[in-house]
């Protein structure tokens, strides 16, 4: 059985379009995909449409960003009403926010020479924020880099220091607000990509995982390794967590370029999301 229930679309930070996933998913002859952009509900109407079009079921989601003591991490949010107001309202503020920050960093490159109109920068968001590899693209289609090192040249041009560096301002939830938002809207919470967590913040990953707001853990992941994996089905175990995987696709702005379904999911995770699958045949 083929399915991926880590999948990021135009509307956040990936490279393709919710047709091209969907489209790409009928080739694989998929059973079942998840959208879960960051910190958006704003393509789940749209990728609705087509899971109905291409007949392939999907779980709306979304991968918020959650921020403890200055450190960010990602809780996925699975089977959310996407037509919650709190939700599209809160995807609205940030699509403002990060869009008023691309166009400071935009009026940086133009006053460093860089010859590009800002709408020729906001063309290659395709309706979600203008993050940054989409920025870099931006560049490399006018010739100023290489497609191949738009994601090694992230820091070169955005990092703290950097020439394009606009300092962040938005007021991300902490991880209890994050998981009250997608219990709001009928969803369960998931400890994304967990290794990230624990190798930026040990102490904080221990706290997430032992903090009993968590519904479930996201086990299998390119970053997770094998002892991982082990340690955290263990965990999963013994606190009762529902057990997920994906590939976090994101298309070109992927530094291990893992294709729609790249990594092996047993099919006991489709069964353990089945009941959060939009657009099922009976």
Same mark, same amino acid.
């Given at each position: ?22 489209? %790409? ?10 959208? %879960? ?7 789940? *109407? ?54 008023? *920050? ?10 460093n020479g860089i010859d ?35 994601? %090694? ?6 990092? &703290? ?32 990509h967990p290794n990230k ?12 995982l032992n903090s009993n707001?968590? &519904? ?13 994996? +082990? ?6 175990? &013994?606190?009762?967590?529902?057990? %997920? ?10 530094? +291990? ?26």
């Amino acid at each position: 059985m083929k399915f991926d229930f880590h999948i990021h679309s135009v509307y956040s930070d990936g490279s393709s379009p919710l047709e091209e996933i969907f489209n %790409t998913g009928k080739q694989l002859k998929v059973s079942a995909l998840a959208i %879960t952009d960051h910190d958006t509900v704003l393509g789940l *109407k749209e990728a609705d449409r087509l899971s109905k079009k291409y007949a392939i079921p999907f779980i709306p989601g979304i991968e918020f960003t959650a921020m403890e003591n200055e450190k960010k991490f990602h809780i996925l949010g699975y089977g959310i009403d996407y037509n919650s107001l709190e939700l599209i309202e809160y995807s609205k503020r940030l699509l403002e926010y990060l869009n008023a *920050k691309s166009m400071k960093q935009i009026r940086l490159m133009q006053k460093n020479g860089i010859d590009i109109k800002e709408e020729e920068f906001f063309k290659e968001g395709q309706g979600g924020p203008l993050y940054r590899a989409k920025m870099l693209k931006t560049l490399s289609n006018h010739g100023y880099l290489k497609q191949e090192e738009i994601m %090694t040249s992230l820091k070169k041009y955005f990092g &703290d220091g950097a020439p394009y560096y606009v300092e962040e301002t938005f007021e991300y939830y902490n991880f209890q607000q994050v998981c009250k938002i997608i219990k709001a809207s009928k969803g369960i919470a998931v400890l994304a990509h967990p290794n990230k967590l624990k190798n930026k913040d040990e102490k904080l990953y221990w706290d997430i995982l032992n903090s009993n707001l968590l &519904d479930g853990v996201e086990i299998y992941h390119p970053a997770n390794d094998e002892n991982t994996q +082990n340690e955290l089905k263990k965990i999963a175990f &013994d606190k009762k967590l529902i057990i %997920t995987g994906g590939s976090d696709y994101h298309g070109h702005y992927s530094k +291990n370029k893992i294709p729609i379904c790249g990594i092996d999911i047993p099919d006991q995770i489709y069964n353990n999301l089945y009941q959060y699958l939009t657009n099922v045949v009976i």
